[in-house]
């Protein structure tokens, strides 16, 4: 709790329409760099000491509280959409009467906690707080109305606002933090005489003026940690503002960029010293890059861990799977769930692993398919090997051990397993275990039928 003697709960509003994404999906669960708007903004309110988060649902029925059904918050559905001073009243009787409320908006995603915490403090014990911002273009906003001597006097929405209103460019960013108590005693005094017909959440700033309060007002850290999502083109940009963000904290940590505008990270990345990442490349989920891993363009990894001195080359994809240190993977790999290597290995290009266990400094270089198999060390994987592991029914393993040379073009039919050492001639058809340090070769004896003629079309006549 960022107060001593302060208790804080926290409401996130989250029951409009969102009428301007033209969408079936509840506005909050549009996806911003691979989570939901509003498990961004959860992320944000979460480690503020908060007694508990309420998030206020409405608009697309229990679909919301389904889908984030782990978020640690609790739900409170809002019947009827009738206005940001409703929907936090809609939340008030879960809220202790002595607590301090942080009223975020579901659809204003980049929000972060440092502000928050900041809007929190300014508040205090039993004072109030807005975050506000000035804007070049403050259409659509409700205006900040301050007096003579600066001090906030009301909030006046966009569509009640006279010309000298209208020209004021502090905007209310609607997230405050106020005092339960008497946020509850002014919800219930708020009247709908406006020009939307609406509760306005706002008209308790003039109610806690009239009654001597202070009202203090923080600015965010970024001005798009404010703006909210309306519509596709909004998600677009905020989208890109998350991804200027990401890049930039990256770049300060250490890690080189070829391009920050082409990077994204949807999700929690990691990465040591002295990492290179080119243009093109997605980092999703939970990712980690030991010191010096370079990662090439157009690459695509998702929950994957990177050894140090590991070089992943143009458009490859990596999901699910541990790589380990010195390694080289790809151009164009495309490695699968369940896949871990170990040092030094090296998967070439149009190769495909699952479920693969490699060890230490075996290659796999080129145009293979090696899925539900264990690969021991130094083994070397000839062009287009494959690994028949599904039979319709079942999935089989194949047991490769220590320092095979499997030849060009093989198949292995699984269950099998190659003794360690075992050489395998190309074009072959394993069906059966290997001996190890023998060569091995299932191979059609190549013939030549001397003074064979090639059919010839006859003239036609
Ligand atoms: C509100 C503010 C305005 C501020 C702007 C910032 C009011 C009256 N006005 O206006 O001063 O500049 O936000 O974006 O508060 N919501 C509900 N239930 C409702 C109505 C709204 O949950 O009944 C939620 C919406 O889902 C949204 C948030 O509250 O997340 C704001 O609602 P919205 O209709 O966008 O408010 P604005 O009219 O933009
Ligand atoms: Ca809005």
Not at 27 to 49: D, F, I, Q, S, Y
Not at 162 to 175: L, S
Not at 314 to 340: K, L, Q, W
Request: hydrophobic fraction near 40%.
């Amino acid at each position: 709790m960022g107060h001593p003697g302060m208790a804080l709960s926290i409401v996130i509003l989250a029951a409009g329409q969102g009428t301007r994404m033209r969408s079936d999906l509840p506005k909050v669960l549009h996806p911003l760099a691979g989570r939901t708007l509003l498990e961004h903004v959860v992320a944000a309110a979460r480690n503020l000491g908060g007694r508990a988060i309420h998030v206020v649902y409405g608009h697309g029925g229990r679909l919301v509280p389904e889908r984030l059904a782990s978020l640690p918050v609790t739900w409170v559905e809002q019947g009827e959409q009738l206005g940001t001073g409703h929907a936090v009243a809609q939340a008030l009787p879960h809220v202790p009467d002595e607590d301090t409320v942080l009223v975020l908006y579901g659809d204003v995603p980049l929000i972060t906690e440092a502000t928050l915490a900041r809007l929190v403090a300014a508040a205090g014990a039993g004072g109030m707080a807005l975050l506000t911002v000035e804007l070049p273009d403050p259409t659509g906003y409700g205006r900040i109305v301050r007096g003579p001597d600066g001090a906030v006097r009301r909030i006046v929405e966009e569509k009640d606002a006279d010309p000298a209103g209208r020209a004021v460019r502090e905007v209310n960013t609607g997230i405050l933090a106020a005092p339960a108590r008497h946020l509850t005693r002014w919800l219930d005094a708020l009247d709908r005489d406006n020009a939307q017909g609406e509760f306005y959440l706002t008209d308790v700033i003039a109610m806690a003026v009239a009654e001597g309060m202070a009202v203090r007002t923080v600015e965010p850290g970024g001005v798009e940690e404010v703006l909210g999502v309306n519509d596709c083109i909004q998600l677009a940009e905020r989208e890109r503002d998350y991804r200027r963000r990401e890049a930039r904290r990256l770049m300060r940590e250490g890690v080189t960029l070829l391009d920050p505008e082409r990077l994204d990270v949807r999700g929690s990345l990691q990465a040591g010293r002295d990492v290179v990442i080119d243009v093109g490349v997605i980092l999703e989920g939970e990712v980690e890059l030991g010191d010096r891993v370079r990662i090439g363009p157009y690459t695509v990894i998702r929950n994957a861990r990177i050894g140090a001195d590991t070089e992943i080359l143009s458009h490859t994809r990596i999901e699910d799977a541990v790589i380990g240190e010195g390694c080289r993977v790809g151009p164009f790999a495309r490695v699968r769930p369940g896949t871990e290597l170990a040092a030094g290995v090296h998967l070439g290009n149009f190769v495909e692993l699952k479920n693969a266990r490699v060890a230490g400094g075996s290659k796999i270089n080129h145009l293979s398919y090696v899925g539900d198999t264990t690969v021991g060390s130094r083994v070397n994987i000839g062009a287009g090997t494959i690994t028949c592991n599904y039979d319709g029914a079942d999935k089989h393993r194949t047991v490769i051990e220590d320092d095979v040379f499997v030849g060009s073009d093989t198949q292995f039919v699984a269950p099998v397993r190659i003794g360690a050492g075992a050489t395998i001639g190309a074009g072959s058809t394993i069906t059966r275990d290997v001996p190890a340090g023998e060569l091995t070769l299932s191979r059609a004896p190549q013939q030549t039928r001397p003074g064979w003629k090639r059919p010839v079309k006859k003239p036609k006549g």
